[in-house]
Nanobody, 129 residues
Framework: QLQLVESGGGLVQPGGSLRLSCAAS????????IGWFRQAPGKEREGVSC????????NYADSVKGRFTISRDNAKNTVYLEMNDLKIEDTAIYYC??????????????????????WGQGTQVTVSS
């Protein structure tokens, strides 16, 4: 059974850092594009960053460019989201999601909720002083 489990969320002060992990079980991530999405209270779920199957292509929402870095370790069946210089507006539940063979490019055209069919349960990130 395909399962994604996020971890690494927590409470951090503005300017701080967190690293989120998305661990897959029941399948190999090698053939899946992975996306990180977030949903703040009262807002729609939005794409944060996506990475291609090989890791060669990544993209980021404008709001996180230069602060967040997505990466993957297929040998560990895990995808990461390194978040630096966190801002209060980054507060949200962060989800990872998988899509088989989804072509990821440098723009966010494919990094949208409707393209991803398998989702984790999310991890809370709270940025507050």
């Amino acid at each position: 059974q395909l399962q994604l489990v996020e971890s690494g969320g927590g409470l951090v002060q503005p300017g701080g850092s967190l690293r989120l992990s998305c661990a897959a079980s029941g399948f190999t991530l090698d053939y899946y594009a992975i996306g990180w999405f977030r949903q703040a209270p009262g807002k729609e779920r939005e794409g944060v960053s996506c990475i291609s199957t090989s890791g060669a292509m990544t993209n980021y929402a404008d709001s996180v460019k230069g602060r967040f870095t997505i990466s993957r370790d297929n040998a560990k069946n895990t995808v990461y989201l390194e978040m630096n210089d966190l801002k209060i507006e980054d507060t949200a539940i962060y989800y990872c999601a998988a899509a088989p063979f989804l072509p990821i490019t440098s723009n966010q055209a494919m990094c949208v909720v409707s393209r991803f069919g398998s989702w984790g349960q999310g991890t809370q990130v709270t940025v507050s002083s």
